[in-house]
T-cell receptor
């Protein structure tokens, strides 16, 4: 099993550009999450999903949108990137109320 | 507003020493307290977790101590090894709530010197 994979690993955007980050899991997990990691601030939840076709806002949802059209995939979109969105983005998944398994991360720089 | 405060931000310990990381939380409704370990360039991975009905949990060289009245919990790494050098995150969540959302502390970078 690959576990949780994220695409791409690195990306540089210009202010105002858009992009989509893809997260895929092969563990048949119901729950999926998107976090951003910034120095000294730990991991902050952006959006999450408790099942296919459902999404909900986390702690810092502004400027991001998500979709969960298939159980194994969770997409994070930035419609108009801003320098404040420069961060490392992690996707995670879990089976119900158990351990969250994290992907390797995507390092995004917005110029 | 950070609901989980973690300290210190970094610490250096000699091989064989004890590393201690502390966390304090505000929401008394939290009922699940995991610790995650993250190596450079990798995603975090669950290290150990505790529920508030126990005061201590030990797994190998890693021990969580939990003080419900003080709303604090800590991670002790005994006999620290260079391979333990990583960033450690405490977190708090609601295991009975749908979504199993976690609130993370700011992280502690641990360096174990040989």
């Amino acid at each position: 099993n690959a576990g949780v994979t994220q695409t791409p690993k690195f990306r540089v955007l210009k202010t105002g550009q858009s992009m989509t980050l893809l997260c895929a899991q092969d563990m048949n997990h119901e729950y999926m999450y998107w976090y951003r990691q910034d120095p000294g601030m730990g991991l902050r939840l952006i959006h999450y999903s408790v099942g296919e076709g459902t999404t909900a806002k986390g702690e810092v949802p502004d400027g991001y949108n998500v979709s969960r059209l298939k159980k194994q995939n969770f997409l994070l979109g930035l419609e108009s990137a801003a320098p404040s969105q420069t961060s490392v983005y992690f996707c995670a998944s879990s089976y119900g109320r158990h351990t969250q398994y994290f992907g390797p991360g995507t390092r995004l720089t917005v110029l | 507003q950070q609901q989980v405060k973690q300290s210190p931000q970094s610490l250096i310990v000699q091989k064989g020493g004890i590393s201690i990381i502390n966390c304090a939380y505000e929401n008394t409704a939290f009922d699940y307290f995991p610790w995650y370990q993250q190596f450079p360039g990798k995603g975090p991975a669950l290290l150990i977790a505790i529920r508030p009905d126990v005061s201590e949990k030990k797994e190998g060289r890693f021990t969580i101590s939990f003080n419900k009245s003080a709303k604090q919990f800590s991670l002790h790494i005994m006999d620290s090894q260079p391979g333990d050098s990583a960033t450690y995150f405490c977190a708090a969540g609601f295991i009975k709530a749908a979504g199993n959302k976690l609130t993370f502390g700011g992280g502690t970078r641990v360096l174990v010197k040989p």
